[in-house]
């Protein structure tokens, strides 16, 4: 069984891509591996905390309705969202990693946030940009 590997943040963005993994691990009999990662520090009080596992709470009801086999990872190590999403995806020999992206300016679509472009530049599979409505 192959792994599908999506990097969720409680945004329109991370609903889309969470919708898509969930579809492209139907599609693929594959299990699919939920990322949330925060970095941390003084703006991650108990507060965010307990919204994070609200949010999580959420995704794994909405996982466990899909009857697909999955995994959450609820991440706060101090590391870019981008350096998880990499590592998470090698580490379990990912066949799709799926992020979502954010409508851009004009001039915001001339780069793409730090995140995204290192995860398109930098994992070691094939990578599933999606855009949210």
């Given at each position: 069984m192959g792994t599908?590997?999506?990097?969720?943040?409680?945004?329109p963005e991370g609903e889309a891509a969470l919708?898509?993994?969930i579809s492209e691990a139907r599609l693929r009999g594959s299990k699919?591996?939920?990322?949330?990662?925060h970095?941390?520090?003084h703006?991650?009080?108990k507060s965010e905390a307990e919204k994070a596992e609200d949010d999580m709470s959420r995704v794994q009801q909405v996982l466990e309705e899909s009857g697909l086999e999955f995994?959450?990872?609820q991440l706060v190590r101090g590391f870019e969202p981008a350096e998880d999403l990499i590592s998470i995806a090698e580490a379990n020999s990912a066949e799709l990693l799926v992020i979502g992206l954010r409508r851009r300016s004009p001039?915001?679509?001339?780069?793409l946030g730090s995140n995204a472009q290192r995860i398109l530049l930098d994992a070691h599979c094939p990578v599933l940009a999606v855009k949210a409505d």
């Open positions: 599908v590997v999506v990097g969720y943040v409680p945004k919708a898509t993994a699919l591996v939920v990322v949330n990662s970095r941390g520090g703006d991650f009080d995994d959450i990872r001039v915001g679509k001339l780069i």
